[in-house]
């Protein structure tokens, strides 16, 4: 069955700070997806990124960057120089095409800047 | 890029009525959608998929004669929350995609029930 958890329910960061978000996920299946959505108090969905299983090249994208590890099946997403704008829920979630491709996210985790 | 679009966005509603909620693919066509539920300060839950041209496929625990969902065209789903009652707040969220390993989310629609 498959699972995401993260386990950071809340983190506090002042601003310029450096902050990565961890996520952990269960899987059985060879090909599936990993995701991070934003989803800041409007409560619309911001994709962020996807990453299939057999691309675990590190992503940079201005300042986030995301470590894919499947080794420790974690796939943790770091903000560089966090701003008050970065306030919101981040979400990660686990797509497996044995599973349809159903959408599990995680529980999410609420990030707080603060100028 | 592709956009999944909803409606209504937020819609009050007195306990015992039935509310609908479209889901529309604007520039794709969707075989499949899927249908989410989140609570306040909670994580989005799956309900069903939806399937073009047959019967949603529920997760457990979703109540099919209670959450309605027809597929009838590949750029439209429709969830209807029949006999709404107050534990029925929430915020749904569709997602539609040409394909399934590729999935974009809708702005959501808050429901509320009083």
């Known amino acids: 069955a498959q699972k995401v958890t993260q386990a950071q329910t809340e983190i506090s960061v002042v601003e310029k700070e450096d902050v990565t978000l961890d996520c952990v996920y269960e899987?059985?299946?060879?090909?599936?997806?990993l995701f991070w959505y934003k989803q800041p108090p409007s409560g619309e969905l911001v994709f962020l990124i996807r990453?299939?299983?057999?691309?675990?090249q590190n992503e940079i994208s201005g300042r986030y960057s995301w470590n894919f590890q499947k080794s420790t099946s974690s796939f943790n997403f770091t903000i560089t120089a966090s701003q008050v704008v970065d306030s919101a829920v981040y979400f990660c979630?686990?797509?497996?095409?044995?599973?349809?491709?159903?959408?599990?996210f995680g529980a999410g985790t609420r990030l707080f800047v603060k100028a | 890029g592709a956009v999944v679009s909803q409606h209504p966005s937020r819609v009050i509603c007195k306990s015992g009525t039935s509310v609908k909620i479209e889901c529309r693919s604007l520039?794709?066509?969707?075989?499949?959608m899927f249908w989410y539920r989140q609570f306040p300060k909670q994580s989005l839950m799956l309900m069903a998929t939806?399937?073009?041209?047959?019967?949603?496929?529920?997760e457990q625990g979703v109540e099919k004669d209670k959450f309605l969902i027809n597929h009838a065209s590949l750029t439209l789903s429709t969830l209807t929350v029949t006999s709404a009652h107050p534990e029925d707040s929430s915020f749904y969220i569709c997602?539609?995609?040409?394909?399934?390993?590729?999935?974009?989310f809708g702005p959501g629609t808050r429901l509320t029930v009083l």
């Open positions: 990453r299939n299983s057999f691309d675990e």
């Open positions: 979630a686990l797509s497996e095409a044995n599973g349809g491709f159903k959408t599990i």
């Open positions: 899987t059985r299946d060879t090909t599936y997806y």
């Open positions: 520039d794709f066509q969707a075989t499949t």
């Open positions: 939806s399937n073009e041209g047959s019967k949603a496929t529920y």
């Open positions: 997602s539609a995609g040409s394909r399934r390993d590729t999935q974009y």
